[in-house]
Every structure is written in structure tokens, then in C-alpha cells.
């Protein structure tokens, strides 16, 4: 028997009446013959075999472990239903202009003019969605567009049909995809029920970040091991770890039993590595890895399923040989600037495009601070460019040889204890920065540092950062190979001098040694120059900025994938159990919709780390950074992946009561794994 259940729903500007389907049907039948699997499309998902035949990876994979198949209903067709071949028709308007154009229906018209109207019009003919499977928590969900503005009573017409013609309604949910679809959600009557995005992540155990297949020996290393010095990691390991390290040698592959962040170090160096990535909850006791320890292995990352098996040594060097790392040419030193030059000075830009004036200005003054020195010159950034410094490659190589360091590093590379042995190779790296630290700088470099920050940045507490000849050049970020580090006039301990020479010191730090090793790169050819700002001690909020959306692989829903967290809690290297807000900011849509994949564990439920007002000029920042060096590494296109990596932060400086932006850094984002 087939009864009628009736709702009072409260719509913008009344009340309305809601009507529905008891869900105590009839059992469903598969509405596709045997053998056919490949229909253009079904109008009743009546079993698993009936969804499989028409469902697609989604084009847009925020969430991993998702199948999607497009939903359509025709309004003008008396509210036809159409569950489409999401591999044959991947968006919406292939499908529509194909089956829903002619023959007595409205014409569909061109895509621009369709993503228009059936997104955003309150009068439109067709309401688009998505019906997804989670494998991890096995749900199944309907969703809408992130930027789609269909009102409350569009979305429940939508859910009452598919709910109606799915095998599986009665389990069927909504899940809002941004905070405007949430917003509109909370008009939704309680016949839908809303799972959120954190919801469906709490049940997920797989994390790919970087896809791909490796061969290694499978080692696993608990937090101790990382940071004792007794167990040290090879190129030809595959890790599991037990927590996400803030610090990790390279590696052939990496699973952690904590979930990441897209934007942590370790999945940034996976990337620039090219080597597979996940998180997977509960690794390190995972049986099915630990039967597995200590043998070689093939460990593949794929964007559902990870798979792991075992191999002989000889598969495993075989496969090496021919998956060796190409070797990464960095540009050769130019020691020809012998002076301090402030940012202004640092990039030719009106006497050469920016990319012949990157390729002049990288030799001497390293890669982060020659993409620093582009902020001067980008015309349509929203705020004041920050103020820098930088002391070029020169003074770095002057230190070497005038206190022997450069004979003594000569002499090192070539002992053969250091370069068997991983223990003796991280003593004498550390007894080199230890003499680094301690070795006098030449007067006149001293003298004219002094002066420079006196003038510049009188009395000013400073970040003296690292800025190699081998960081931050396309396709190799040496993401956290080196390290920056705070000098204060207003603190004894933290003098000038002190501070360069930690800078210059850091070359040698085992991780680098290791990833440079790993990519060929020629350690004498290796040049440090120091860029110099402003040191904010009392943030209100920082993060990184990808000026792309990470998840898009497509280019259908373009956004910025951006990171914010309180204070000056790391973002890259999280504190365990730390976690930062992550969204997609879709800029350039109407009404500019935010999709929050993550909160953060700093703030109150329900609150965020930055602003609307914030994120909005965030976005205007990044929207200038991306246009200024698309012409060098851009475009992006679904062939080639171009984005920039921008640091930033709001800081309230002493005195004032506005939260200001900041632009720490921009370079080039090394890309998905695909």
C-alpha cells in the first residue's frame, strides 16, 4: 500500500506544503538487461549493476574514494529524470544538448549560456546534481554544484526523485558541497537528512595525495625513529609512518597513519619527487603492511584503492634503473653582484620579460627571494608589497672560502665513509654546520649589513630565509630543504650575523644533502643567498594558498585551494592532532563560494580562522600573483597543471587595530599527481 506523508516547510516568503513517497516500496529490480553496461543513461538506479553502468570518477575529487554519476531533471519535460553516463558525458551540458535538444523540447543552448542559467537562474529549465557513492563510510549522496544556487525547494525536488527511483533511497543523503549550499540546506525539511563534509572524511581511511607506483624496501618509523638519529631512512625505502613528520629524508614512497594536509611539506616534496603518497588511519599496525616489513615491495597509489604486493630484490633494482629520478640542472652561480640590494633592485623587469629576468636574477639571489622581487612590479596587487632585503650568493661563497669550508666540503664528498655510511655522512654534516655557525664573516660584509638594516629596517625584529640557487624553480620547489631563521637588535642573542650565518649553514643539513643527492644535483654548484623582511611575531592567522584548485582536474570548477590556521601555528608542519582550516575558494563564480574540506582545531565550532572580508582579499592577492607569472609557467589546463604557491599571513602590527595582509613567498606549485 502506497500512503502520502505531508510536510510544512518554511521557504523564503511563506510557508509551502511538501509532499512525498513513503519509502516502504515495492523491492527494486536492475533496470538493465544482462550484458549491457553501457547505456547513455538510466531512469532507475534499480540495483548496484545499474549504477556501476553509468557511474565515472567525479571530475572534481575533494573527497577521496568517490564514484559520481550526473543527475538531470527536465522540468520542461515533465520533471524527467535522467541518471547520465558520467564516462560518456562528463558534465551536464554534453548530456542535455545530446538527449534533451529537439524533437519538440527547447533547444539547449551553447555551454557558456547553459552554466549561466541552469546554475544560477531561479527560473531555470533544468536542475543539475550528482548522485555519489562514498566507499569509506558507504555513503550515498546527493549533491549540488558548490556554486549552483538552487533554492531549498529546488534541492528537495531533486532528492524526492532520485530518493524515489534508487534502490537505495531510503539511505540516500544531501551533502552540501560549500557554506552557501549549507546555508540554503538549513531551509531543507528534516526528510533530508544533511551529512556534512566532515562527516564523510571522519569515515574515510584512505587518503591519496600523490598517485603513482614505486618499488622499495617497506621500513616503518615511529617519531622517535625520525628524530633520534638511530634509524635513518634510504631513496630506495617505501615509509610508513606513524605520525606526519615535519622533517623526512627522501624516500621512494610514503604512508601515514595520520591524513595530511595537500599542502604539508611532505606531500609538497612527494610531489616535486614524484613518488606515491597516502595516508592510510591505523598503518602502522595495518597487517596486511606489517606482514610486509623489511621485504621490497611495489606500493601503487591510485585516486580509490591503494595496493600493495611483494617483490624480489632483483624486480625491485630491475624497476629502478629505469625509474631514476631525472637529474635536475640548476643554474650556475653568478658571483658577480657583490652588494646588498633591496627587492626593488632584485628583478629587471623593464628591461626584459619576467621570465628572462627570473632566469638573470636566480643565479645571484637564489630562487625565493628573485620570485619575492616580482611583488614591486605586480600592478594590480591589492596591498602595499612587503619590504625586503637580500644578500646575494656572493657573500656565501666569500664565507666559504675565506674560512677553508670550501676545501674541507671538497675533501668530504670524496671520503668513502661519508658516502656509505648514513650515520658517519649526518656527523660530519653536522660538525661542518656547528664550525658554519661559530666561523667569523669578512668585516666588510659585516659593516655593510649592519648599515643596510639600520637603514632599511631600523630597530625592526627580522627573518633572515634561505634563498638557494636549487628552491623554487619550475618543477622543484626543495620544499623545507633549508631553513630561515629570526635576528632582533633588541635581543643579544640574536644578532645580525648570527642569523646569516645559520642561514649560509643550512645548505649542509642532512635532508638536503639527501634530496640533492637523490636528484643529481651537484653540491659544490649549490649558492645561498638571504632574503630579508619583516618578522611578525604576534600573527593573527597564516597559511598557504595554491592559486588553483587542487581537486580539479578539468578545469570545470576553478578556485583557490587555500590553508588558514590561528596565530602562527604551522599549516605545512601541523603539531600532532593540529589541523587547519582547508577550503576551495571559487573566486571567480558568482557569489564566490567557499567548499570546506577541513576546520580548524584552533577556533570554535562553527567559527573560521579568517573573514569572509579576508578570504575575499586573499583572493584578490592571489588572483594578481597568478595572472603576473601565468605568461612564465601558466596556463592551466587540464595538459598541464600551472599554479602558484603563496605564503601569507594577517598580522596586526603594534599600535594598530587592523589585521593587515601579507605575501610571504609565491612560487611555483611542482603539480598534482595524476
Known sequence: ?????????????????????????????????????????VSVVGCRSDYDAVAAPPLVAAIPGASSVKTIIDQNDADRLYFQNSRRYPIHWNFASTHCSGNGLPIVPTLSQFNQTEYYSPDRRFLLGALNYYEGPGVWAYEIAPYDTASAAMILKAFRAIRKNLWVGADLRFHPTSDTVAREAENLPREVPVITTDELF?????????????????????????????????????????????????CSGTITAEFQTPLAHINVLAQNRGTPNMG??????????RALEDK????????????????????????????????????????????IREIEDVLDIPGLPL??????????????????????????????????????????????????????????????????????????????????????????????????????????????????????????????????????????????VDAARKVWSSVWRFRAFEEREYRSISHLEVGMAILINWSYPAEDANGVAITANIFDTQGIEPGYYINAQLGDFSVVLPAAGVQSDQFVYH????????????????????????????????????????????????????????AMDVEWKYNTEPGETESRLVIKQARPYPGRGQ
Not at 8 to 21: H, K, R, S
Not at 298 to 326: K, N
Open 1 to 41: 500500500m502506497k500512503f502520502l506523508y505531508f510536510t510544512l516547510v518554511f521557504m523564503t516568503g511563506g510557508w509551502l506544503l511538501a509532499c512525498g513517497d513513503d519509502l516502504n516500496r515495492t523491492p527494486f529490480e536492475c533496470s538493465l538487461a544482462p550484458g549491457n553496461t553501457d547505456p547513455d543513461y
Open 202 to 250: 571522519a569515515g574515510i581511511d584512505y587518503q591519496p595525495l600523490n598517485l603513482g607506483t614505486s618499488m622499495g624496501q617497506l621500513r616503518f618509523f615511529s617519531e622517535q625513529d625520525l628524530t633520534s638519529g638511530t634509524k635513518y631512512l634510504s631513496f630506495r625505502d617505501i615509509a610508513v609512518l606513524q605520525t606526519v613528520p615535519n622533517d623526512l629524508s627522501v
Open 280 to 289: 592510510l588511519r591505523g598503518a602502522f599496525d595495518h597487517p596486511d603492511l
Open 296 to 339: 621490497w615491495v611495489e606500493l601503487t597509489v591510485g585516486s580509490g584503492e591503494w595496493t600493495i604486493r611483494e617483490v624480489t630484490l632483483e624486480e625491485a633494482d630491475a624497476w629502478w634503473d629505469t625509474h631514476r629520478p631525472p637529474e635536475v640542472t640548476i643554474p650556475a652561480m653568478d658571483l658577480s653582484v657583490t652588494d
Open 355 to 496: 621570465g628572462e629576468a627570473l632566469a638573470a636574477a636566480i643565479p645571484a639571489f637564489g630562487g625565493k627571494a628573485s620570485h619575492y622581487g616580482a611583488f614591486p612590479h605586480i600592478t594590480s596587487f591589492p596591498i602595499p608589497y612587503p619590504k625586503a632585503v637580500v644578500v646575494p650568493i656572493y657573500f656565501y661563497r666569500q664565507f666559504l672560502e675565506q674560512n677553508g669550508f670550501d676545501t674541507r666540503i671538497e675533501a668530504m664528498l670524496v671520503d668513502p665513509d661519508f658516502r656509505n655510511d648514513p650515520a658517519v655522512r649526518e656527523a660530519m654534516l653536522q660538525s661542518l654546520r656547528d664550525d658554519m655557525r661559530a666561523a667569523p664573516v669578512d668585516p666588510a660584509f659585516e659593516a655593510a649589513l649592519l648599515e643596510t638594516m639600520a637603514r632599511v629596517f631600523p630597530g625592526r625584529r627580522l627573518k633572515f630565509r634561505s634563498s638557494t640557487n636549487a628552491e623554487d624553480l619550475g618543477g622543484f620547489t626543495g620544499a623545507g630543504l633549508y631553513e630561515s631563521f629570526v635576528a632582533d637588535p633588541a635581543d643579544p642573542a640574536k644578532p645580525y
Open 587 to 642: 573566486y571567480d563564480m558568482p557569489g564566490q563560494p567557499i567548499v570546506f574540506l577541513a576546520h580548524s582545531t584552533l577556533v570554535p565550532p562553527g567559527e573560521t580562522v579568517i573573514s569572509r572580508a579576508q578570504t575575499e582579499q586573499l583572493g584578490q592577492a592571489l588572483a594578481a600573483i597568478h595572472a603576473f607569472f601565468a605568461p612564465v609557467y601558466g596556463p592551466n589546463t587540464p595538459d598541464h597543471f600551472y
